[in-house]
């Protein structure tokens, strides 16, 4: 296959002629136009250049590419390109290819000075954590019109999703809460060993599941099952159209959209935790009782002494809380995701990883709070 | 007596943005009560935003939109809620609720705003089905159904509260010739039926001859409006080359290659 090739005269003193040749294709390695401006930055006196085109036998879009970049290459030089040389169907792409008019472009609206740049990242920060808050509005808005009775939205829908997330999400709970509680087990018998005290192994596997162990696993598992779903499927109704059509009828999409999201991981949230409570437990005492030679009775009855109402309590509000904040977090994204499928994933993705870094946040100031308090 | 027609909407001084990007300013136009309007223009004119203005999905930078008299972007949140439900929309992509039959689809307005029985709406909804050929199709879901069906499915939705405007964004838009000429026909018969002032955002040359009583052209270039009119009036009196270029898809005057 012959080769693209480029070669140089000068017809006259101001004048440079490419001389192109052979097969000038994308997929072969075509010369780069840095030769022509080695010529060019070597005759200064050069003004013009011209083609022969007379031997090319092949060409594609590596020739149209090449020429491009000669012809604003020579408009920033003040150097005039002739295309006549040129292939007919080579001048009439290059003609396309410089038709985008920069006119026609948007101008973006942006502010000109560093004090204006930085204040408006600074608005736009601010009306970010803005929209957080008027959704949190919102959404409390539609929990007041829920219980004075005048909130609208669909029973049977709502049924579907307390389903979903609750006796939907009941084999994932159990396998993750048993596991951590056999974790805790064998963690705890590596040093209770030592002093003879594995007995006490119920009371840590007890209190830690109870306490807050159940509910963070839980939350975890609820922001990546139920948390990246309500993002994906707001996300979605968001691309489509379909939330724009409640607001253009006047109906609320935080409240026939959001409110029963959150209503039903309100109420399954704290009911999944003390299931997971239940299964950790289980784990624990599994692994007590079959590996540590543990006396069963005796440690059914360290659990029941270890594990206090006031542990239970913080364990459903640790529940609770994560849950609005899986809802919440799930909901936001879904409803202010961008219009394309990059979106719905970036919404996806935002939704659990803010979940996640939220439910450590809220751990934290639980764990602080009830220190504080002495419970 | 003054005969001058009522409008039903009038728009001053409009100036849109789409995202960071101004996309058309100073926009003045007004829509005669019962006619049909046609907002036309190339891919990336800002047809869409302008849409969303009119139907109050988006606030403009600057500018009124006036329903009947009514200062639509000044008004109180409460009035624009009470305007709004006195439009009907069809979505390019019909932006029916997935999750709901067409049935629950329509009967979801009639439910929140209306007061019919169960019974009644159920007659309604057949109705707005039969209106837009989809009479038996109560129980389909938007999933089950062709994209031409979607469409007409989306239109009997927004035609439920029998509202005083329907906006129509791209009603042809991935629609076979035949499907989108029925369509066509659809939105003149409603107008007739209804009395409803219809806008249609669209780049479809044969629907815009085929349904428009007056059209505004807009300019990426010029930010604005460069033409309007009568579709068809344009087309032969027009001198702009721009005009023409559009409305004759490039075959007269400056066709590129």
Redesign the interface.
Known sequence: MPLSQLSFDYPCANTLRLKLSGEWLIRAVLPSENEVLTQLAGNKNITRITFDASEITKWDSGLVSFLLNLIREGGRRNVIIERQGLPLGVV?LL??AL?V?E??I?????PEGLLERVADKLLAFCSGALAVVNFLGEITFAFGRLIAGKA?FRRD?FAAIVQRCGAGALGLVSLISILVGMILAFIGAIQLKLFGAQIYIADIVGIAMVRVMGAVMTGIIMSGRTGASFAAELGL?QV???V????????SPVEFLVMPRVLALIIMMPLLTIYADFMGIAGGFLISVNFLGLNPVEYWHHTQSAVKLSHVWIGLTHGLVFGIIVAVAGCLRGINCERSAEGVGAATTSAVVSAITSIVVATAVITFICQVLGV | MDNKPQSAIEVRGLDLSYDDYEVLRNLNFSVNQGDIFIVMGGSGCGKSTLLKVLIGLKEPLKGEVLYSGVNFWAEDESVRQDLMRSFGVLYQSGALWSSFTLGENIALPLQLYSELSSAQIREMVELKLSLVGLGGYADFYPGQISGGMRKRAGLARAIALDPGIIFFDEPSAGLDPLSARLLDDLIIQLRDALGATIVIVTHELASIFAVGDKAVLLDAESKGIIAEGKPKDLLAGSKDPRVIQFLTRGEKQGAAL
Do not use: Q, S, V
């Open positions: 009439k003609e396309l038709k008019d006119k026609n948007p101008r973006k609206i942006e609208y829908e109704m489509n159209e379909e724009d059509a409640f607001k253009t009828l006047g109906i």
